[in-house]
């Protein structure tokens, strides 16, 4: 599989591994930017097998980065609920339309980032709903299909971490830890599914030194901003991330 890749698949599968890196440091809805390139390359089923390692190595670096800032309170309380929609989509997997959930999952997501900008123009509105139990289990539900069926769950878990105004480095390390199980839980359900093999850990081992690469970048800009401007870019990538979701570009 390596071996039969061009120079120009390599260069754009390198931009989507440092792509991963930036995601991990504070930006998940970048993480639109490497499925897009690993499915043009691979084809959208067969590259989340090869991206899935590549993202627990993501995790991992972002949890020596992060991962002491964690609120372990919100890993406790998206979890289930995430365990639940991984096992929902790894049973859907081979019946459900991928193109018809993404757009499903897409318009929801821009709907809840319009309602969370809304909020920072007016913290006053839907002041209560972020924190009852089923806005955690509805958006837990709903990242674990999406991470299983397009691991694309970032923009899903951040909007949840806004939404209950958590600081940008716990916000960060608790993403971390979080996608850190969940997606360990996903590799043998991944491996089941025929999706990881030798032939694509090969692919995803020569690409992982690029992780670190986009990860320093994302915590040096990070670093550079403001709590504000944090969540105003991080709502901005979100909104881009569900578009291209929905098939708009």
Not at 46 to 59: F, R
Not at 89 to 102: I, Q, S, T
Not at 153 to 158: F, K, S
Request: proline share 6%; aromatic share 10%; glycine share 10%.
């Amino acid at each position: 599989m390596l071996s039969s890749l061009t120079p120009d698949q390599i260069a754009l599968l390198a931009v989507g591994a440092t792509g991963i890196g930036f995601s991990k440091s504070g930006f998940p809805g970048i993480s639109m930017l490497h499925v897009v390139l690993f499915a043009f390359v691979f084809g959208a089923l067969e590259s989340t097998g090869i991206l899935l390692p590549m993202l627990v190595v993501g995790d991992l670096c972002a949890i020596g980065f992060f991962g002491r800032k964690a609120d372990w309170s919100h890993v406790r309380r998206l979890l289930p609920p995430t365990l639940v929609g991984i096992l929902i989509g790894w049973a859907m997997m081979d019946r459900l339309n991928p193109e018809y959930f993404k757009t499903l999952v897409g318009g929801i997501i821009l709907a809840l980032t319009a309602v969370q900008a809304t909020r920072l123009l007016r913290p006053k509105l839907f002041e209560k709903f972020p924190h009852q139990v089923w806005f955690s289990v509805f958006l837990g539900l709903l990242a674990g299909l999406t991470t299983m069926l397009a691991n694309a769950a970032g923009p899903v878990v951040a909007l949840y971490l806004i939404a209950v105004s958590l600081p940008k480095w716990e916000l960060i390390g608790t993403s971390a830890w979080l996608f850190l199980v969940l997606n360990i839980l996903k590799l043998p359900l991944s491996y089941n599914l025929g999706l990881i093999s030798p032939d694509t850990l090969l692919v995803g081992a020569a690409l992982a030194p690029m992780i670190p690469i986009g990860m320093l970048s994302g915590k040096w800009l990070v670093t550079r901003v403001s709590q504000t401007w944090f969540n105003a870019i991080l709502l901005g990538f979100t909104a881009i991330a569900a578009v291209r979701l929905m098939g708009w570009f």
